[in-house]
């Protein structure tokens, strides 16, 4: 038997407080309301969702994996209503931003200004996500675009390039390696302390792919998350540690410098979205400033050899 908004609305309730009691404040019913309206749910589906056990509910395995299926339609209901608020207040229009750190510190609050300084009446969202969080968004229609660094290999989705920076040395003003003139070779980092990434994660795949071409051993002193941890802990007198020029220009503090290194892979931001939906006229007002102030700050696609400053 098929069910209905309300009781899909009440079942998710109760999974997600985990009590008909928590189901009911969240509702704002009563809790016998709730109680026989799940009852007649599981009436309706002709299978327990719920053993109850000295007065609590634990969900049963069939609840769990109808779970994972209404949750994906309760948060289309979510974008319907978002988008009929949004008519009803006659905005220009929503638009979803997700990004990945190490690009979107900086440039990305710069082109949301920018856009609603434009657009006056539009709502700009935007989230900091990893690569699986950030793709599921766009793929849940809960998300319009995402900036990210590594390209996304799905068929439903594309990428296309917007920019691009060099990888570069980042250490310490008084760091010896501050004093040396022309690029940096792996072997030159060497002697000091690397702070890293974990080799499963992009950035680390890229270091070690680095370090292999060259024929050096990575020896890592530090791991990180991120090259915003890698920039504070450098700073910190931690190690050297290698990063993109997007996260450079993200980072605020400044007494950093970064050298030039030999045959330093390029990293390339990227816009995703769905490929068989066209961009709005929001998205596409957003995607043009940003490019514009890519170009400004130096990571052009079409200037990819002359980079960014180095020295920050």
């Known amino acids: ?8 609305e009440v079942f998710r ?8 009691s928590g189901a009911s404040k969240v509702l704002h019913v009563s809790q016998p309301a709730v109680s026989r309206l799940l009852s007649y749910t599981e009436t309706r589906v002709g299978f327990p969702l719920f053993e109850r056990i000295k007065g609590r509910l ?7 994996r109808l779970f994972r299926e209404v949750d994906h339609v309760y948060l289309g209901v979510q974008r319907v209503n978002e988008v009929a608020h949004s008519l009803a207040e006659r905005r220009q ?5 997700v990004s990945s750190p190490s690009i979107g510190h900086v440039l990305i609050p710069q082109a949301i200004a920018g856009l609603c300084a434009r657009y006056t009446d539009a709502r700009v969202t935007f989230n900091f996500l990893n690569y699986a969080p950030l793709q599921d968004r766009l793929l849940n229609h809960q998300a319009d675009i995402g900036i990210i660094s590594t390209p996304i290999e799905h068929p439903n989705l594309e990428t296309k390039p917007l920019g691009q920076s060099r990888i570069v040395c980042v250490c310490p003003e008084d760091h010896p390696l501050a004093q040396r003139k022309g690029p940096l070779t792996l072997a030159d980092l060497r002697p000091y302390p690397l702070i890293s990434y974990d080799r499963e994660s992009p ?11 060259a024929g050096e051993p990575l020896r890592t002193t530090i791991e990180v998350g991120s090259p915003q941890s890698a920039c504070a802990l450098s700073q910190a007198g931690g190690g050297i540690a290698l990063i993109d020029e997007f996260s450079l220009h993200n980072w605020p503090n400044g007494h950093l410098v ?4 030999a045959d330093a892979p390029v990293m390339t931001a990227n816009l995703a979205f769905l490929r068989f939906e066209p961009l709005s006229q929001l998205a596409q007002g957003f995607v043009d400033i940003l490019r514009k102030l890519m170009a400004l700050n130096g990571f052009s696609l079409l200037d990819a050899e002359a980079g960014s400053s180095l020295r920050h």
Not at 13 to 20: C, E, K, P
């Open 258 to 261: 970064a050298c030039a290194v």
């Open 1 to 8: 038997m098929s069910l209905n908004l309300r009781q899909i």
């Open 58 to 64: 634990y969900a049963t395995p069939e609840a769990k």
């Open 203 to 213: 950035y680390g795949r890229m270091v070690a792919s680095m370090y292999d071409a």
């Open 93 to 97: 229009g929503v638009l979803h931003v």
């Open 13 to 20: 309730a109760v999974m997600s407080t985990g009590s008909i």
